[in-house]
């Protein structure tokens, strides 16, 4: 059974950081695509970040330079460094497969607010 749970999480100022991992089960995550979502109330989920082995990580033009995907293939997690953060990453971050989410695999999230 394939399980991800994130964690880290929580209440920033503007400008602040916070790191959010992703432990996974079931499978072993250096063998796929994996990346970090996120879907902001009114909003549809989108895809932040991603990694494959071999390649360096992805990001989405709203967090390129902020935003910092990593794998620790020892723990099967996933993590994601936040920095300058801003009211507009306020959102609910997921993690799953970087290509082709499964519906199933959606844990509950880690949520993210900034604000002042």
């Known amino acids: 059974q394939v399980q991800f749970v994130e964690s880290g999480g929580g209440s920033v100022q503007p400008g602040g950081s916070l790191k959010l991992a992703c432990t996974a089960s079931?499978?072993?995550?250096?063998?796929?695509?994996m990346g970090w979502y996120r879907q902001a109330p009114g909003k549809e989920r989108e895809l932040v970040a991603s990694?494959?082995?071999?390649?360096?990580?992805k990001y989405a033009d709203s967090v390129k330079g902020r935003f910092t995907l990593s794998r620790d293939a020892a723990k099967n997690a996933l993590y994601l460094q936040m920095n300058t953060l801003s009211p507009e990453d306020t959102a609910v971050y997921y993690c799953?497969?970087?290509?082709?989410?499964?519906?199933?695999?959606w844990g509950q999230g880690t949520q993210v607010s900034v604000s002042p």
């Open positions: 990694i494959t082995t071999g390649t360096a990580p």
């Open positions: 799953n497969f970087g290509v082709s989410p499964r519906s199933d695999f």
């Open positions: 079931g499978i072993i995550i250096e063998h796929y695509v």
